[in-house]
Nanobody, 122 residues
Framework: HVQLVESGGGSVQAGGSLRLSCAAS????????MGWFRQAPGKEREGVAA???????RYADSVKGRFTISKDNAKKILYLQMNSLEPEDSAKYYC?????????????????WGQGTQVTVS
């Protein structure tokens, strides 16, 4: 079965950096769509960044130019490099994965999710 395990969260001062990792198993990693989402207390979950099976990437406007999503197909790890962090980036970050449907990656309705990792920016 599909398993996603996030790591790399923590506390950092504004302007700092963190790199999140998501270790994946249980599926054909290179052919999957993957994404990072976040949810702050009292707020809805929002998409942060996504990387499609062909390597194309998408970002939320709020993180463009600061965050970079990437993946290592050999190691089956998804990354989110977060630079110039702001207090507004504080949230629990989740990794998500799913197979493309008719060669299209889902926008938000991924089927598989990790447990999340907390990021706090002060």
């Amino acid at each position: 079965h599909v398993q996603l395990v996030e790591s790399g969260g923590g506390s950092v001062q504004a302007g700092g950096s963190l790199r999140l990792s998501c270790a994946a198993s249980g599926y054909r990693y290179s052919s999957y769509c993957m994404g990072w989402f976040r949810q702050a207390p009292g707020k809805e979950r929002e998409g942060v960044a996504a990387i499609d099976y062909d390597g194309s990437t998408r970002y939320a406007d709020s993180v463009k130019g600061r965050f970079t999503i990437s993946k290592d197909n050999a190691k089956k790890i998804l990354y989110l490099q977060m630079n110039s962090l702001e207090p507004e980036d504080s949230a629990k970050y989740y990794c998500a994965a799913d197979a493309p449907r008719a060669q299209v990656c889902p926008a938000v309705d991924f089927r598989y999710w990790g447990q999340g990792t907390q990021v706090t920016v002060s």
